[in-house]
C-alpha cells in the first residue's frame, strides 16, 4: 500500500469527529480506499510527460476523478488524456485568453456535467537578470502565470458558485517567497508572488459559495522545464542547502495537489503548502 493510501485509511478508521459534511473516503473497486471518487478535476498546464500536471492527472485519476486535462498544446491534452482512460478528455487551452478559458470550461462540462476541481497548474518561467526584463518579457510571464490563474478560476465560478462546492488550488513557487535565485527571473517571482495574494483573496471572497482555494510552493522540481539546465556543480550546492538533500519530484507537488483536491483538507482554504524538501523554513 502506498503513502497516500495509508494516509486515506488511516483517516478514514480514525476516531476523530469531522463537520457533518466531511466525507474524507470512499470505498472503491476491490474495497480499496479512494479520495476523488465521482469527482471532477480540471487540470491546466498537464500534457507534459514529465510535469508536475500530468503526474498530478494520474494521481487523481487513480484516486477515482474523472480528468480534464487543459494544455495550449491540444494534441499533446488529447493524448495525455488518452493515456489516462477513455472516460478523461484533453482539451487545448489558452489560459491567457479569458475567452478561450470559458469555452475550454464549457467544453468539460458538456463532457462531463460537473466540475469539483480545479487546479491552476500552467506556467513558464524565464531565467534571466532583472535589468534584462523587457516589456514583452514581462507581460508573457505575468499573463500565462498569474493573470492565467484569474481566467480560469473565472470561468469555474459560475458553476461551483451554483453547486455550493468546490476545490481551487493554484501553482506558486519558493521563488515568490525567496526571491528567485535559481531558473526564474525577478518577472516571474512577481508573478508567483501575486499568484499568493490572488489566491488568498478568492478564498476570503468564495468561502461563502463553500469553495476552498489554496495554493502549493514547490521548490526545485525534477520537470522537463528544467532539465539539463542545472550542471552538477550547481545540483551539489543546491542540495547544500536542502535538508532532505535532494531534488523534489512531480509525485512530491502531486500528492499535496490530492491533499487539497479532497475532502482530507475540508477545513482549509487559503493556505500555503511549501513542498520544497527544507529549502526555505519560515
Known amino acids: 500500500m502506498n503513502p497516500v493510501h495509508r494516509f486515506a485509511q488511516f483517516l478514514c478508521f480514525s476516531r476523530l469527529r469531522a463537520s457533518d ?24 498546464g498537464g500534457a ?7 503526474a498530478t492527472a494520474k494521481t487523481f485519476a487513480a484516486q477515482g476523478a474523472r480528468v480534464a486535462i487543459l494544455d495550449l498544446d491540444a494534441a499533446g491534452a488529447a493524448k495525455a488524456a488518452a493515456e489516462l482512460g477513455p472516460e478523461h478528455v484533453g482539451i487545448g487551452c ?21 466540475i469539483d476541481i480545479l487546479i491552476n497548474n500552467a506556467g513558464i518561467t ?37 453547486r455550493k462546492a468546490g476545490a481551487i488550488a493554484c501553482m506558486s513557487s519558493v521563488s515568490a517567497q525567496r526571491g528567485g535565485g535559481i531558473l526564474g ?31 502549493v510552493t514547490p521548490g526545485l522540481i525534477q520537470t522537463d522545464i528544467n532539465a539539463g539546465k542545472i550542471s552538477d556543480d550547481a545540483r551539489v ?20 495537489f490530492l491533499f487539497l483536491a479532497s475532502d ?13 524538501g527544507g529549502m526555505l523554513i519560515h
Open 264 to 276: 482530507l483538507s475540508a477545513y482549509v482554504t487559503g493556505a500555503v503548502i511549501d513542498v520544497n
Open 237 to 256: 550546492k543546491i542540495l547544500e542547502n536542502i535538508p532532505l538533500n535532494r531534488l523534489g519530484v512531480p509525485q512530491d507537488v502531486a500528492n499535496i
Open 21 to 44: 459534511t466531511l466525507r474524507p473516503t470512499k470505498i472503491g473497486s476491490g474495497g480499496r480506499i479512494v479520495l476523488l471518487k465521482g469527482k471532477t478535476a480540471v487540470i491546466s
Open 126 to 162: 524565464q531565467a534571466i537578470k532583472v535589468w534584462d526584463i523587457d516589456p514583452e518579457s514581462w507581460a508573457r510571464i505575468q499573463d500565462v502565470n498569474l493573470k492565467g490563474v484569474l481566467y480560469l478560476s473565472q470561468a469555474v465560478m459560475p458553476h461551483m458558485r451554483e
Open 48 to 54: 507534459g510527460a514529465r510535469g508536475i500536471g500530468f
Open 94 to 114: 489558452d489560459v491567457t485568453d479569458k475567452a478561450d478559458c470559458a469555452r475550454a470550461i464549457g467544453e468539460v462540462l458538456a463532457a462531463t456535467g460537473q
Open 185 to 215: 527571473g525577478a518577472h516571474y517571482s512577481a508573478a508567483k508572488a501575486g499568484v499568493l495574494g490572488l489566491a488568498k483573496a478568492m478564498a476570503r471572497e468564495l468561502g461563502a459559495d463553500g469553495i476552498r482555494v489554496n495554493c
